[in-house]
Nanobody, 118 residues
């Protein structure tokens, strides 16, 4: 049983920053790719960024240069530092786990709301 618990969402003004964190517990395979997805109302869930157990990162074009993903393998945590936030970043952000050969995650957190508004 795998459990993912996110924290750190909230309301921020355009141009501001937020840091999301996610703690994974349970049967965590050390090869899991940890990631962040987001879903805005009326939109499909989309990848924001993910990171392998070796620290190889992958970012959506919309995240590059503004967001930074990091993980602590010893603590089974993943974080997303979001800078220069825009109103279009408003969404529910989900922590995820997938094995390297899987095309999509099979474990999800409950989601945390990020709202960028003045």
């Amino acid at each position: 049983q795998v459990q993912l618990v996110e924290s750190g969402g909230g309301l921020v003004q355009p141009g501001g920053s937020l840091r999301l964190s996610c703690a994974a517990s349970g049967s965590i395979d050390r090869f899991y790719v940890m990631g962040w997805y987001r879903q805005a109302p009326g939109n499909a869930r989309e990848l924001v960024a993910d990171i392998t157990s070796y620290g190889i990162t992958n970012y959506a074009d919309s995240s590059k240069g503004r967001f930074t993903i990091s993980r602590d393998n010893a603590k089974n945590t993943v974080s997303l530092q979001m800078n220069s936030l825009k109103p279009e970043d408003t969404a529910v952000y989900y922590c995820s786990l997938r094995l390297p050969w899987q095309s999509s995650p099979d474990h999800w957190g409950q989601g945390t709301q990020v709202t960028v508004s003045s």
